[in-house]
């Protein structure tokens, strides 16, 4: 998959980039059914039936509460945070098989919940699952991006997860939520759990 050659959202091209994704996802074989990584909200609101979902671990990324939410769980003036899927560790989570027949109408839709601004980058990684290897479209940061937070200290987090509020609620709820998501396929992140214990 072409990488773009800016960070700045307003000049990449989104409608592309999933058009460039769906062409992959085509060239895979005859009638593939797609696999969509789930790591974070989609694990507890995909918003699209899955055909199949099975444990998943990747391997070479990891699951970290460092990209910035200015919309969805901030404002510009109150910057809150969402998961990213960033270079570096593990990451357990869900694979998530949506059948061939689907792939074409669910796309946009995906593409509208996952990249209305298009931060993040669409790759093909290979996904571990307990019934076999599955290449899986997954949503990953880049470190060069400016949605990337960098380091945080506790008390930035601590004052995030007692402040920061977007259209679909607080940061905290939503780390809360991706944490007992998680937990319920059981999966324990132990680092997001030691985040938790920052709320106040």
Known sequence: MKRPTTWNPAERDGAAMMAETLAEWRAQGTRPDLWVFAYASLVWRP?????????ARVHG???????????????PECPGLVFALMAGGSCDG???????AQVEALMPRLWAREMPNPVYDP?????V???????ALAFTLSRRSPSYTGHLPPERYR????RSCGRYGTTLD?????FEGLKAHGIHDHALERLLHLAP
């Not at 918003?47 to 444990?55: D, H, K, L, Q, T």
């Not at 990324?61 to 404002?75: F, I, K, P």
């Not at 790759?123 to 996904?127: E, S």
Request: with cysteine.
């Open 47 to 55: 918003e699209f039936e899955a055909a199949e979902s099975r444990p």
């Open 61 to 75: 990324y990891h699951r970290c509460l460092q990209m910035w939410s200015r919309v969805n769980r901030g404002t």
């Open 94 to 100: 869900l694979a998530l098989r949506v059948p061939h």
């Open 123 to 127: 790759k093909w990684l290979r996904v």
């Open 129 to 135: 699952t307990p019934r076999g290897e599955v290449r």
């Open 159 to 162: 004052d995030i997860f007692s």
């Open 174 to 178: 939503y780390a809360r939520q991706t």
